[in-house]
């Protein structure tokens, strides 16, 4: 009787444990064909190339690489000497100008007031009036070329149009630059957001507004946020385009068909204290459908991270 109470208890026993591993592999095969999720996530934000938009020797540098800047930060100073001076050679230009304009003015108010007598004729007065007319161009070209000095001279001072941090910063005081090329990087610390590359046989459950847990690789702590969006599209490798503007179609077709993978944006909402985004971390990502939240036009933007890469964590 006891060895059979025994025989008894031990299957019971298998039989719950059965059943709990049963239950535990259900529900972790459910989660992971119903829930979409990516090991392909990166941490991503929008680098800015800083470019000076006036040639000349750089006269200072006021930053250092890996600093946190603010918009509107003079980052690099030109040396402003030449120019100082054009902006002086504008304003000398433009006063004669508009002494020119004064006495051609003074001309055919004369003319006009002696055009009902003989000494004037009619032609001396359209003369005198075509006279004013071109002064006038005359000064209004010599305030544009002001304005334009006195832009150049504000430009030798290069801000930062967004907020972020410095990165791969090599100029020295003395080096001549040029216009239009970069000097430095600048990553946008505003735009920092997570971009998962989920295979495309998970789209169909994910859309905008959902909840979205992120885990960078090397944190233990995890970030939160939603789908802000979805790409519109990716290139398509089988297909390209012929000499004759003909769409050239690749002749070769493989049995096994890998999953195309296609960018989804997360807008981050909770970034723990401490964690450090830096531009390029790898990232899981794992969306929630179900639980969607609205979002709108003025919150798809992405929260700003608590301590983004360039600053030491609380």
């Known amino acids: 009787m006891t060895a059979r109470l025994s025989r008894i208890l031990k299957m019971a026993t298998t039989l719950v444990i059965f ?9 972790l095969w459910t989660g992971y064909m119903e829930t979409p999720w990516t090991r392909d996530g990166h941490v991503r934000a929008d680098v800015v190339s800083i470019a000076p938009d006036v040639s000349g020797p750089v006269a200072a540098v006021l930053v250092s690489d890996n600093e946190t800047v603010a918009k509107g930060d003079v980052l690099v100073r030109i040396d402003p000497a030449r120019f100082q001076i054009a902006l002086d050679l504008a304003d000398a230009s433009l006063k004669d100008k508009q002494a020119a304009l004064t006495q051609a003015q003074r001309d ?24 004013v007319e071109q002064a006038a161009a005359a000064l209004q070209e010599a305030q544009s070329n002001r304005d334009l000095a006195t832009l150049n ?8 149009p967004a907020n972020g941090i410095i990165s791969n910063l090599s100029l020295n005081p003395g ?6 090329s970069g000097m430095m990087a600048l ?9 998962g590359y989920f295979e495309e046989n998970q789209l169909p459950r994910i859309a905008v507004g959902d909840p979205v847990e992120v885990e960078l690789m090397g944190h233990s702590g995890k970030l939160r946020g939603h789908v802000q969006s979805i790409a519109a599209g990716i290139v398509d490798r089988e297909r390209t385009d012929g000499s004759d503007l003909l769409a050239d179609v690749t002749p070769t077709f493989s049995w096994v068909r890998l999953a195309q993978r ?3 944006r997360v807008a981050l909402d909770e970034v723990p204290g401490g964690t450090r985004l830096v531009a ?4 899981t990502v794992t969306v929630h459908p179900g639980d969607r939240v609205a979002v709108s036009a003025a919150d798809a933007a992405p929260a700003t991270p ?4 360039g600053e030491s964590g609380s």
Do not use: C, F, M
């Not at 059943?19 to 535990?24: E, G, P, R």
């Not at 608590?306 to 890469?309: D, F, I, Q, R």
């Open 153 to 160: 001279l504000e430009r030798t001072q290069v801000r930062a």
């Open 262 to 264: 296609v960018p989804v």
């Open 280 to 283: 390029g971390l790898t990232a």
């Open 108 to 131: 055919a108010k004369r003319y006009h007031q002696l055009k009902n007598g003989p000494a004037v004729s009619i032609q001396t007065i359209e003369q005198a009036d075509l006279a």
């Open 175 to 180: 080096d001549y630059v040029s216009a239009g």
């Open 19 to 27: 059943a709990i591993a049963l239950a535990v592999g259900w529900n």
């Open 187 to 195: 990553v946008d610390t505003d735009t920092l957001r997570i971009e």
């Open 306 to 309: 608590t301590t983004p890469a």
